[in-house]
């Protein structure tokens, strides 16, 4: 079992930045990759950021490429994810999951609580 908790979320103005974490406890942090996902107000989960057990894999979704990063350090069981140039449309409840590489939210066995992102115009 893997206890997933988010945490560094806030409201901020646009064009600013958050670090989120997620900290994890239990076995095998270092054998999962760590997913980000958000939900916005009237949207559906969709997948955000995703990094591999080594730090080294990650993939982006389209909309935050190049804004976003995400990277770990397993002698911390922490995962995170630094969002640069924030836009009112990031504002959502963001979730970290561990579970197998990939953007499908189904490839994750764990998820946190979530941690709410504000940006305002």
């Known amino acids: 079992q893997v206890q997933l908790v988010e945490s560094g979320g806030g409201l901020v103005q646009a064009g600013g930045s958050l670090r989120l974490s997620c900290a994890a406890s239990g076995r095998s942090f270092s054998a999962y990759a760590i997913g980000w996902f958000r939900q916005g107000p009237g949207k559906e989960r969709e997948f955000v950021a995703v990094?591999?057990?080594?730090?080294?894999?990650?993939d982006y979704a389209d909309s935050v490429k190049g804004r976003f990063i995400a990277s770990r350090d397993n002698a911390k069981n922490t995962g995170y994810l630094q969002m640069n140039s924030l836009k009112p449309e990031d504002t959502a409840v963001y979730y970290c999951?561990?579970?197998?590489?990939?953007?499908?939210?189904?490839?994750?066995?764990?998820w946190g609580q979530g941690t709410q992102v504000t940006v305002s115009s």
């Open positions: 990094i591999g057990w080594g730090g080294i894999n990650t």
């Open positions: 999951a561990a579970g197998a590489y990939g953007v499908a939210g189904n490839k994750y066995d764990y």
